[in-house]
């Protein structure tokens, strides 16, 4: 055990977030933890990061938080650059500070032991050899290599200073370094977010061979059938523990409610009929002494718990186009895309009911092909063209962002002038916005919910011809599943953007791949 908390709460401005987590991390633990959004997940790896602490119970109940020996635990949040002069293989050999040094000292002690064939240096040279060989002193270079490879830097960026690259590839930068440093107690949030299909799989091979621990909150469900053995899931703040990897958790949770449901019911009837039992012969005086006796076979009994309910709180639409269109829906060709330079050039055919999902490397111009569609980005050479009666609706991942001092309501009473107040509100309830949350100002949504306003308006217009950009980023598990079930039997054009392999599993009956 390297770390362990048992019965822990916390509390973030005298509210509490989470009530009871149970959690123990092993030398080799690859955890997934899983819940819906707002549930405190980050929270979690706050507290395990050290940088929240338990709150103090009041009550007689042990709550602990113990650590086994100095564990290194590595956050991508520390991962600041200490020096924007550096080459980007500089501040990558860096996270192997450990081996190179060892490498160093090999090198002198070889060099020793040549000029002098002693015992002695002989022994040195030996012992050095093993750590070098222990740390993966003979492939760490190819590690590396590989890995910068899989996302996305090419042997030019290599060598340019860190100053040089964006936001975003800094994020891959220190993300990497972070990996490659091997910390005791690896924590990720969501580090499949923004990697390209190609970042990922080589992301799942290396946590598999990974042979320290590793905890990881993520929606992406084949990366965790593919990485985890361990889930912890928060719900009603509270943790809860199943072995094996997402999918069998799934089936694992749905066995166990099942039995708790069982055994519940079962002992209410048991209570039920002994209680009736002690009723009917309790005052015969023949009978009173097998009355008591049920009486106490009452009292004894451990009472079953009631399985809590499931938090499955999503948003619906039961949604047909207004007008199902023409069997041609999009004919594209030889459309060279980009903006001062063509990324790709794309070919292309869709008919009514067509599901496609576009995949392919970041930069290839995946995003600027559905903005040269949607008119935002003019073509460099080629041509496209819609069918008669096509009506889109459009989601860009930047809507995420969207920004407006409106209220909710407003905000969609702008979109549909003519919609009454009850009108709007009842759209806006199947898409979780109730009560008082419609009055919020779009500014105070998170990012998840900023998206659910944005296809709560789409589907509300009833298109015919769904062209989605990476619709799934901010959403948990559970808005991920509905979507695709309303995709899935949405009886129009579906073209979409994702990095998600299962939701493109789920829908699509095409690919556009943009490659090369």
Not at 192 to 204: F, G, M, R, S
Not at 251 to 263: A, D, G, S, V
Not at 285 to 309: D, F, G, H, N, W
Request: aromatic letters at 10%; hydrophobic letters at 35%; a negative charge.
């Amino acid at each position: 055990m390297q770390l362990k908390i048992q019965n822990g709460v916390v509390e973030l401005s005298g509210e509490p977030i989470l009530s009871e987590v149970n959690i123990e991390i092993n030398d080799a633990s690859k955890i997934a933890v899983v819940g819906r959004n707002g549930c405190g997940k980050t929270t979690l790896l706050k507290l395990i990061s050290g940088e929240y602490s338990l709150t103090k119970l009041d009550s007689d109940e042990q709550s602990f938080f113990a650590v086994s020996g100095k564990p290194k635990i590595g956050v991508l949040t520390q991962m600041a650059f200490d020096n924007d002069s550096v080459t980007l293989i500089e501040e990558i050999r860096s996270a192997y500070s450990e081996i190179l040094s060892l490498k160093y000292e090999l090198e002198a002690a070889q060099e020793k032991m040549e000029a002098d064939q002693s015992e002695e240096n002989i022994k040195s040279y030996t012992a050095l050899l093993d750590r070098f060989t222990n740390y993966g002193g003979f492939y760490f270079e190819k590690e590396y290599e590989a890995a910068l490879k899989h996302f996305g830097f090419t042997e030019e960026q290599k060598h340019r200073p860190l100053s040089e690259f964006s936001g975003g590839q800094r994020t891959k930068i220190a993300f990497l370094k972070l990996l490659l440093s091997k910390p005791d107690i690896l924590l990720l949030d969501e580090p499949t977010n923004h990697l390209d299909i190609e970042a990922v799989e080589w992301l799942e091979e290396y946590l598999k061979s990974y042979k320290k621990a590793f905890v990881t909150v993520s929606h992406d469900r084949m990366f965790l059938d593919n990485t985890v053995d361990t889930v912890y899931e928060i719900e009603h703040g509270k943790t809860h523990c199943y072995k094996g990897n997402y999918t069998q958790f799934v089936r694992l949770k749905k066995e166990l409610r099942e039995q708790q449901k069982k055994e519940y019911e079962a002992q209410k009837k048991e209570i039920k009929r002994l209680t009736e039992l002690v009723e009917k012969f309790r005052y015969k005086p023949t009978k009173a002494a097998m009355a008591q006796s049920k009486l106490k076979q009452i009292e004894r009994m451990k009472p079953a718990e009631a399985p809590e309910a499931y938090d499955m709180r999503t948003f619906h639409a039961d949604f047909e186009p207004l007008d199902t269109g023409v069997k041609d829906v999009l004919d594209i060709t030889d459309l060279a895309i980009g903006y001062e330079k063509t990324l790709s050039t794309v070919s292309l055919n869709m008919k009514r009911g067509d599901k496609v999902g576009i995949i392919g490397g970041n930069g290839l111009g995946k995003s600027t092909f559905i903005k040269t569609l949607m008119g935002q980005v003019k073509p460099i050479s080629g041509e496209y063209k819609f069918g008669p009666r096509v009506n889109i609706g459009y989601f860009d991942q930047q809507m995420a962002l969207y920004s407006s001092a409106d209220t909710v309501l407003n905000d969609f009473l702008k979109a549909f002038p003519g919609m009454t107040d009850f009108e709007a509100r009842s759209a806006l309830g199947a898409f979780l916005f109730t009560g008082e949350e419609v009055f919020k100002t779009v500014d105070m949504l998170s990012g998840g919910e900023r998206v659910r306003l944005a296809l709560c308006k789409i589907f509300k217009r009833k298109p015919n011809f769904l062209i989605l950009d990476e619709p799934t980023n901010h959403m948990d598990i559970v808005g991920k599943e509905t979507l695709e079930e309303m995709l899935a039997s949405f009886t129009g054009t579906v073209l979409f953007v994702s990095h998600d392999r299962y939701f493109i599993n789920k829908i699509s009956n095409g690919l556009l791949v943009f490659e090369n």
